[in-house]
């Protein structure tokens, strides 16, 4: 801005230079739009290597030649791709999973489309710090090794999950966010939340609760920690004596409404089939929570066993939606504090009298393998008078010791004790992921069988599948096999244009590789590949890039290519023919798997080339010749001699060709170059995409030329900006001419902008250049120099 000057002196003004510099654009980013075995379906994925590839989108190589010609393209020299894996009907596999009481809760789908989602196996566990309320997910692929063995690959957990939307952790969006492999969707037919709680480990003889917290106080102050509802954990104090229960309870609202957390309301809640009561915190809000911590000073939680730390038990308002736990689990029944069913089992658990639990054998449903587990004897610490004080630690403590005396009995069985369940997953050989247990136990314990006993429950499978495998099962319910798709259809190829256009920032080279097989064992036939060579160059125009067009399956010598029905004239119908290239034969290339050399087209290979001459020559340097060798190939499925190729390059058809010192391309003309064409600006490949590369660039640089004022500063600005860019190009050996005003040359001034123009808003910028054209023939004249007669 303008110095303000009002003292004599001397003042300094930075003045801007004016100068802006314009980047050139790359000139090498493939695009490849295709089938592919597995991977994320209708969006853009950047690749910066085949490994990368691989990770995403597998190896396989039979549905089509994505697979093939994204190798070629790295191999070939590419450092950059994105790829668009498109399909007609393809579905990803999915699986609804049902609660401990049976309601469907949970559908768990594939991440990527297809028959590779039918191989994601998924555990369900409540080994988490609060295994009433959060659970886990442990998914991983499932893979047969060469013995036959199953093997599993890519295992993933995401843990500490949540039903509750209002939770950091909901599983819908930390399982998209921290899965590859599924994704989670919470179903309507989940039953709704109840309040949350969180209830006292210690039983006192009733009316004792009072009592026995007023016996802690000892007429002090007391303190815990309370949060309610997802708010912050606030400290909550009282002095004893309490008159009532109310005192805690208008304690802990006071405290939770001054950080934001909701109400509760507190009570004494009695032990069905005894004399015993509980302290139970409850949220007053369907689907709410509550938790208790240890208190600065004179600490209640613990005495009083509130708090998971201290053996209480805490319940969130959404934990009876989560999924069943997998494998041969027992567990006390709804946690719902209402319905007095945990309470009422929890109860005879305790007091019950069990003697010798009978042995337990479990088979597969399928299979001849069973496991017997022996040697249960009666807890020493169950009682059948519960004295006062006694603990949920008792509960507890009484699963820790069935599980160790699973563990004694043998390796059939890994026991775990997940909050008040017990779990018992199966390892023995020869079991079937998939397959349910059919157990066969009888007794007051069981925990194969439900509605028998305390802890009986039906067994869960060992992990449960998605897709084909998912059904039958007593908690996964099967919702459909994975579906590879069918043949890509026109409007799927447009489908991927228009998300290209929007996710892509920018690519230079297109290519639509070969569909071999889809889901129905169909692949794409010459008269469907020709449908899509057209809109794709239209495409490629409006996105200023490049189509590298592979050759029909009827070429097989050089007069079918040429003439007849499928010859080069019927593939020009309806292409930008000065945005495209076709390159022939196809291209022999050795098997990963060491099977015999197959046949590829040669887009992928192409577009490797050139990306390879780009960084080494530049844009304006014909990615053929002798330079121009193709890697990674083993030969040609025909070999073109010199007269064949005097038929094919008139005709604008690039051939690659088979010498003594390789595999090059031969040939640099687009689809529109053929002689007599007419066209004789963008005859040649080098010459469209380097216009390509100074239209992009330029279109990018000048913006910052939008809204500024329309006058001479403007223009100076621009043809030295402008003028810069294409110097530079020049000094690079870009462009014909020995000076720079030979080679190219910039005007925008008053001649190109009118005050008409500039009425409109409109600056007009003339940018020309001489193009480097290939040398394409070379003519060699050879003269006898006969003796010369002195004179």
């Known amino acids: 801005m303008p110095v303000q000057v009002s003292y004599p002196g001397v003042y300094i003004q930075e003045e801007p230079s004016g100068v802006r510099t314009i980047t050139g654009v790359s000139t090498s980013v493939a695009l490849f739009i295709g089938m592919a075995g597995r991977g994320p379906m209708d969006t853009a994925v950047s690749l910066l290597s085949y490994a990368d590839y691989e990770r995403t989108y597998g190896s396989d190589t039979t549905v089509s030649e994505t697979t093939d010609q994204v190798r070629q393209f790295f191999l070939n020299g590419g450092s950059q791709a994105y790829i668009i894996r498109i399909a007609s009907g393809e579905q990803p596999a999915a699986a609804d999973f049902q609660n401990e009481d049976g309601a469907v809760v949970l559908r768990i789908t594939a991440a990527e489309a297809g028959r590779i989602g039918d191989s994601i196996r998924v555990e369900v566990n409540y080994a988490t710090a609060q295994p009433e309320s959060?659970?886990?997910?442990?998914?991983?692929?499932?893979?047969?090794?060469?013995?036959?063995?199953?093997?599993?690959?890519?295992?993933?957990?995401?843990?500490?999950?949540?039903?509750?939307?209002?939770?950091?952790?909901?599983?819908?969006?930390?399982?998209?966010?921290?899965?590859?492999?599924?994704?989670?969707?919470?179903?309507?037919?989940?039953?709704?939340?109840?309040?949350?709680?969180?209830?006292?480990?210690?039983?006192?003889?009733?009316?004792?609760?009072?009592?026995?917290?007023?016996?802690?106080?000892?007429?002090?102050?007391?303190?815990?920690?309370?949060?309610?509802?997802?708010?912050?954990?606030?400290?909550?104090?009282?002095?004893?004596?309490?008159?009532?229960?109310?005192?805690?309870?208008?304690a802990i609202n006071t405290a939770s409404s001054a950080v934001g957390g909701g109400t509760v309301t507190v009570q004494a809640e009695p032990v069905?089939?005894?004399?015993?009561?509980?302290?139970?915190?409850?949220?007053?809000?369907?689907?709410?929570?509550?938790?208790?911590?240890?208190?600065?000073?004179?600490?209640?939680?613990?005495?009083?066993?509130?708090?998971?730390?201290?053996?209480?038990?805490?319940?969130?308002?959404?934990?009876?939606?989560?999924?069943?736990?997998?494998?041969v689990f027992g567990s006390l029944g709804s946690l719902d504090s209402t319905s007095g069913t945990w309470l009422d089992r929890l109860s005879g658990f305790l007091r019950a009298d069990p003697g010798d639990l009978p042995d337990l054998t479990l088979a597969t449903g399928s299979r001849s393998d069973t496991a017997t587990i022996t040697g249960f004897t009666r807890p020493t610490f169950w009682e059948t008078t519960p004295a006062a004080g006694t603990s949920l630690r008792n509960a507890r403590g009484a699963l820790e010791l069935l599980a160790a005396q699973v563990a004694l009995a043998g390796p059939h069985y890994v026991p775990a004790v997940q909050g008040y369940r017990l779990v018992l997953n199966p390892t023995y050989p020869g079991f079937a992921e998939q397959e349910t247990l059919t157990p066969s136990t009888t007794g007051t314990y069981d925990i194969g069988n439900a509605g028998s006993g305390y802890l009986g429950r039906d067994p869960n499978v060992r992990r449960a599948p998605l897709g084909a495998f998912a059904s039958p099962s007593n908690y996964v319910v099967g919702v459909a096999a994975g579906a590879d798709g069918n043949l890509p259809t026109?409007?799927?190829?447009?489908?991927?244009?228009?998300?290209?256009?929007?996710?892509?920032?920018?690519?230079?080279?297109?290519?639509?590789?070969?569909?071999?097989?889809?889901?129905?064992?169909?692949?794409?036939?010459?008269?469907?590949?020709?449908?899509?060579?057209?809109?794709?160059?239209?495409?490629?125009?409006?996105?200023?890039?490049?189509?590298?067009?592979?050759?029909?399956?009827?070429?097989?010598?050089a007069q079918s290519a040429t003439s007849g029905p499928t010859g080069i004239a019927n593939v020009r119908i309806g292409v930008v023919g000065d945005h495209a290239m076709v390159v022939w034969p196809r291209l022999r290339i050795p098997d990963p798997l060491?099977?015999?050399?197959?046949?590829?087209?040669?887009?992928?290979?192409?577009?490797?080339?050139?990306?390879?001459?780009?960084?080494?020559?530049?844009?304006?340097?014909?990615?053929?010749?002798?330079?121009?060798?193709v890697?990674?190939?083993?030969?040609?499925?025909?070999?073109?001699?010199?007269?064949?190729n005097g038929l094919l390059n008139p005709q604008a058809i690039n051939v690659v060709r088979q010498f003594p010192n390789g595999?090059?391309?031969?040939?640099?003309?687009?689809?529109?170059?053929?002689?007599?064409?007419?066209?004789?600006?963008?005859?040649?490949?080098?010459?469209?995409?380097?216009?390509?590369?100074?239209?992009?660039?330029?279109?990018r640089g000048?913006?910052?030329?939008?809204?500024?004022?329309?006058?001479?500063?403007?223009?100076?600005?621009?043809?030295?900006?402008?003028?810069?860019?294409?110097?530079?190009?020049?000094?690079?050996?870009?462009?014909?001419g020995q000076k720079a005003s030979d080679a190219y040359f910039v005007k925008c001034?008053?001649?190109?902008?009118?005050?008409?123009?500039?009425?409109?808003?409109?600056?007009?910028?003339?940018?020309?250049?001489?193009?480097?054209?290939?040398?394409?023939?070379?003519?060699?004249t050879i003269r006898q120099l006969a003796g010369q007669v002195q004179t």
């Open 134 to 250: 959060s659970f886990n997910l442990v998914v991983s692929r499932e893979t047969i090794t060469s013995s036959g063995a199953t093997l599993l690959v890519d295992t993933e957990t995401i843990g500490n999950l949540s039903m509750n939307s209002a939770e950091p952790r909901f599983v819908e969006t930390a399982v998209a966010q921290g899965s590859r492999l599924i994704r989670a969707e919470v179903q309507p037919t989940a039953p709704a939340p109840f309040e949350g709680y969180s209830m006292s480990g210690r039983a006192e003889s009733a009316p004792g609760i009072l009592a026995a917290l007023n016996a802690e106080l000892g007429g002090a102050a007391g303190s815990m920690q309370v949060s309610v509802d997802n708010g912050p954990f606030a400290p909550v104090t009282v002095t004893g004596p309490l008159a009532a229960l109310s005192d805690l309870q208008d």
């Open 749 to 780: 001034d008053a001649e190109t902008t009118t005050q008409n123009d500039i009425n409109l808003g409109i600056v007009n910028v003339i940018v020309g250049f001489a193009p480097l054209k290939p040398a394409e023939f070379v003519v060699v």
């Open 594 to 629: 060491g099977g015999p050399l197959r046949t590829i087209d040669p887009a992928g290979s192409v577009a490797g080339v050139a990306a390879r001459i780009d960084g080494s020559r530049g844009v304006w340097k014909a990615p053929a010749g002798l330079e121009a060798s």
């Open 663 to 699: 595999i090059v391309i031969w040939g640099s003309r687009t689809l529109a170059g053929f002689d007599n064409s007419g066209e004789n600006d963008y005859k040649y490949v080098p010459v469209r995409r380097f216009a390509l590369f100074l239209e992009e660039s330029l279109y």
């Open 490 to 557: 026109p409007a799927d190829y447009s489908a991927a244009y228009v998300i290209a256009s929007r996710e892509i920032d920018i690519f230079n080279l297109l290519m639509l590789p070969r569909v071999l097989n889809d889901g129905s064992g169909n692949g794409q036939t010459d008269a469907q590949r020709a449908q899509l060579w057209g809109p794709a160059s239209a495409f490629c125009l409006t996105e200023r890039a490049f189509l590298i067009i592979d050759p029909p399956d009827a070429w097989t010598t």
């Open 272 to 327: 069905p089939g005894g004399t015993e009561e509980v302290l139970l915190i409850r949220s007053n809000a369907a689907g709410g929570r509550v938790r208790v911590q240890a208190g600065a000073s004179n600490d209640l939680a613990g005495p009083m066993n509130l708090g998971t730390s201290n053996d209480g038990l805490e319940v969130d308002g959404h934990a009876a939606r989560r999924p069943a736990p997998t494998g």
């Open 631 to 644: 890697i990674g190939v083993r030969g040609v499925e025909r070999r073109i001699a010199d007269a064949e």
């Open 702 to 736: 000048l913006q910052f030329a939008v809204f500024e004022p329309n006058d001479e500063p403007l223009w100076a600005q621009i043809r030295l900006t402008a003028g810069a860019f294409m110097n530079n190009l020049f000094r690079r050996g870009a462009f014909q």
